[in-house]
């Protein structure tokens, strides 16, 4: 199984990114996906997540400004990020808890490859 993030970018300050991530593979079914996101030195640290049944999580320092939201059918999730801050410049990684065919029993945490968010002042 492998995730694939898309949608990162150079934006000014004020302005609006939307991240996507599917994942790809022998998959059964998934669970939670969310959003984390990495600067240099850091660690990486949530943003945001989503449970199947639409559950959300939102770290404070972007709520009201970022919403996660899923596409079940399409196994995707999706990161509407706007009145972008410069602090918000990162590595944004996306994350799933995964059942796949093979094993249906046993739930696995994936990471995507990450996707670079830029924010200029």
């Known amino acids: 199984v492998q995730l694939q993030a898309s949608g990162g970018g150079f934006v000014q300050a004020g302005g609006s990114l939307r991240l996507s991530c599917t994942p790809s593979?022998?998959?059964?079914?998934?669970?939670?996906m969310g959003w984390y996101r990495q600067t240099p030195g850091n660690q990486r640290e949530l943003v945001a997540t989503?449970?199947?049944?639409?559950?959300?999580n939102t770290d404070g320092s972007v709520l009201g400004r970022f919403v996660i939201s899923r596409d079940n059918l399409k196994n995707a999730v999706y990161l509407q990020m706007n009145n972008l801050k410069p602090e918000d410049t990162a590595v944004y990684y996306c994350n799933a808890d995964i059942r796949t065919r093979n094993d249906p029993s046993r739930l696995t945490n994936y990471w995507g490859q990450g996707t670079l968010v830029t924010v200029s002042s």
């Open positions: 593979g022998s998959i059964y079914v998934v669970n939670t």
């Open positions: 989503i449970s199947r049944g639409g559950n959300t």
